[in-house]
């Protein structure tokens, strides 16, 4: 668990003893509790037990109700326990009120996953990322600190110790904030070096995206090994957030048919904003991508979730215009198939038993180099996107705009077609 010392340097400390709290605004938070537990376990926290109100409101002051909070404090005298997890991301405020009612430590769910991608992360760009998201995380919350500590300080118009002391706080907090942009500034500029080497050569990119453990490390494992790359594997674990770093593997089945293979951190819900910006970096690569396999644990019974959380995030990127093929996984775990609700083109594997790899290498072969197609379309000027795609993906043979829309005779993949086909002018 990762806690701050007064140079704002993380001291790392061990085996917490924690209850969770989660709040309902009416909806059922059975498995945002069950992931809370899991990323709790993840820190290292051992989890006693959970306390969930049903509140339309949120109390600003601390979250749960006043009730509540007295409730909470009596569990955790019983429990013994020394942390309280909240299930929501809790504002300065709230933090402070609720240490001073329970007189334990209190964490949000923002501040554990920052703290487990802070204890995975290994490369330098990834642990800069993580420590900017936590520095960005504690730059609001320091200011709220710091007005209750001028008000103790004197009265309004002095300058309390306190209000000295965040000043320096924030501006070293400042300063370090800028010089990891910078770091990240030059990694960033290496790396589109080196990705405009590899767009030289041509080969089309597949990146791997989805819910964390639902086994795209595990898949691109599989596909390694089935072109006999088996040393080159990556790791592939039963737990949250094994992959941190976007890895990138080249993938040969048969000659003129390589591609590469792009494996990338997973995603859970609530993910903390700052984080999703920290990362937009590494998965940067993933908008270049010319397909996404979007791999789903269809083991898990409310998969659909995941499926959102996935989407939202893969929006958020900036890949949601992407070519997408659904990659159900793990139905070795299952009786029967698992059903697709999202009306893309799906697949149904194994990756550990490698159950229909080769329905799932005829689909990526099938749209990275499959036939292409002639069409007539036009696009109207509101979906500027596609155009750009077209520009970017297609081979335009024709481009003229018109009164209604950017009209484009292109060849294209049979995939890209399907996908547009309700613009065909025929
Ligand atoms: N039963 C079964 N287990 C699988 C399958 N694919 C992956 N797993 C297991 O699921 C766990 C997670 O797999 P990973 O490949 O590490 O998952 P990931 O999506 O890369 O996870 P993150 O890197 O955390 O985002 C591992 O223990 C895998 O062995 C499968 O098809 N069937
Ligand atoms: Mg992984």
Same mark, same amino acid.
Do not use: W
């Given at each position: ?39 709790? /376990?993840? *820190?290292? =926290? ?18 749960? !109700?006043?009730? @509540? =909070?007295? /409730?909470?404090? /009596?569990?955790?005298? *019983? ?56 520095? #960005? ?15 103790? !300080? !004197? ?19 400042? @300063? ?28 089309? =990119? ?21 072109? #006999? ?12 957030? +094994?992959?941190?770093?976007? #890895? ?21 819900? @609530? ?9 937009? +970096? ?26 959102? =959380?996935?989407?939202?995030?893969? /929006? ?97 993949? #049979? *995939? ?5 086909? *309700?613009?065909?002018?025929?």
């Amino acid at each position: 668990m990762v806690r701050f010392n007064e140079n704002n340097e993380i001291i790392k400390e061990e085996e917490y003893r924690a209850i969770l709290v989660g709040l309902s605004r009416g909806e059922d938070i059975t498995y945002s509790m069950d992931e809370l537990s899991g990323l709790a /376990e993840a *820190a290292g =926290v051992q989890v006693l037990g959970q306390m969930i109100q049903s509140l339309e409101k949120p109390n600003p002051a601390t979250l749960i !109700g006043k009730g @509540k =909070v007295s /409730e909470l404090a /009596e569990m955790q005298e *019983a429990m013994e326990a020394d942390t309280v997890i909240f299930n929501e991301e809790l504002s300065g405020m709230q933090l402070r009120n609720l240490e001073e009612a329970l007189s334990v430590r209190v964490i949000d769910r923002t501040i554990l996953i920052l703290d487990i991608f802070a204890a995975r992360a290994t490369s330098r760009e990834g642990k800069l990322q993580v420590e900017l998201a936590q520095l #960005q995380y504690r730059m609001p919350r320091l200011t709220g600190f710091g007005r209750s500590l001028s008000r103790l !300080g !004197g009265g309004i118009g002095t300058r309390g110790p306190g209000e000295k002391k965040l000043e320096t706080d924030r501006r070293h907090i400042a @300063k370090r904030m800028d010089d990891i942009k910078k770091e990240l500034a030059q990694i960033k500029n290496t790396r589109s070096v080196q990705r405009s080497q590899r767009e030289k050569s041509e080969l089309p =990119v597949v990146a791997l995206m989805g819910y964390t453990n639902s086994g795209k490390s595990a898949l691109m494992n599989r596909l390694l090994s089935l072109s #006999q790359k088996e040393d080159k594997a990556v790791t592939e674990r039963d737990m949250l957030f +094994a992959t941190l770093d976007t #890895q990138q593997r080249s993938i040969c089945l048969e000659k003129n048919h390589e591609f590469i293979l792009i494996d990338t951190v997973g995603f859970v819900s @609530k993910l903390p904003h700052s984080l999703i910006q920290a990362f937009k +970096a590494t998965l940067e690569e993933v908008t270049y991508a010319d397909l996404l396999l979007h791999v789903v644990d269809s083991s898990y019974e409310n998969y659909d979730f995941h499926i959102d =959380v996935t989407n939202r995030v893969i /929006e958020e990127i900036g890949a949601g215009g992407k070519e997408k093929l659904m990659v159900y996984n793990k139905i070795d775990r299952l009786g029967q198939l698992p059903v697709d609700a999202t009306g893309c083109e799906s697949v149904f594997i194994s990756a550990k038993r490698g159950d229909n790899m080769e329905l799932l290498l005829e689909q990526i072969k099938e749209k990275l180099f499959g036939s292409r197609i002639k069409a007539r379309l036009l696009i109207p000027y509101d979906r500027g996107d596609l155009s750009s795609y077209l520009c970017e993906k297609t081979a335009v043979l024709v481009m003229d705009y018109r009164e209604n829309g950017t009209f484009f005779e292109v060849e294209l993949s #049979q *995939a890209d077609y399907n996908r547009l086909k *309700a613009y065909d002018t025929v």
